[in-house]
C-alpha cells in the first residue's frame, strides 16, 4: 500500500497528508509506490533525512465539495506536518460553479489551519492536455480549467497556504510527451506523470516544511 511510513530507517517521522481527486489518488499509477503521495513522500525523506508516514485521503472522482468529508474521515487528534490537496478537474467537467468551488476550498483550507497544518495546493491542471477530449469541448475545458486554477491560487494565498501552478510547473511534459505522461485511458497520468508531478510540486512542500525558503517559476507564496 502507498500509505505506509516510507524510509522508516531515518526516523523522526514526519505526516504527510494528500486530499483530493484521482490525481491525489494515484489513478493510473502502475504500483502503490508510483502514485502522487508516495513519489512525494520517498522524495521528502530523501531530502530531510525523516522517514514519512503518508495518509491519502484522496477518492477517484472526488470533487472540491468533498474535501470536508476527507478531512472528517481522520482521526480527530490526527495533525500532519504538511498537506497536499490537488482538485479541480472534476470540478470542470461537471460544470460546478467557480465561486462553489473556491469556497469549498477556502472551507477545507480553514479546517487545516484549525489543525495547524502547512497546506499546498497544486491548482487545477490545464484540461486542454487531453487529446481523445473533441474540439471545441477541449478548449472550452482548457479555460475553465485556468479559470479554476486561477480561483485556486487566490484562495490558498489568502488563507496562508502556498499554491503550484500544475499547468505552468509540469502540463508542458503532458502536452509534449503524452504517451509518457499519461496512463492507458489518456486521462490521469502514468507512473512517470506522476513522478515528474511529485518532482515538480517538491520545492513547495519543503517549503511549507521549513527546509527550503526559495521556490521557482509557477510556485506561489503567501505574502507574510
Known sequence: MADRTWKKRYGDRLDLLV????????????????????????????????????????????????????????????????????????????RVPLAESAAYLDDCLAALADRRTPVVVGTCPDLGALRPVPQPLRALGSRASRQLADAQRETALRRGARAVSLEHVVGPFFITNPDEMFSLDRFHPSSLGYKRTAKAMLPSVLAALGVTAEVPFGHHAPTP
Open 19 to 94: 486530499l483530493g481527486d484521482s490525481i491525489a489518488a494515484g489513478l493510473g499509477a502502475d504500483a502503490p509506490g508510483h502514485t502522487l503521495g508516495a513519489r512525494l513522500a520517498k522524495a521528502v525523506a530523501k531530502r530531510t533525512r525523516r522517514a514519512v508516514r503518508l495518509t491519502t485521503a484522496a477518492r477517484v472522482g472526488a470533487e472540491t465539495s468533498e474535501l470536508g468529508a476527507q478531512l472528517e474521515s481522520l482521526p480527530e487528534a490526527y495533525r500532519a506536518d504538511v498537506a497536499v490537496v490537488v482538485v479541480g478537474g472534476n470540478d470542470v467537467t461537471h
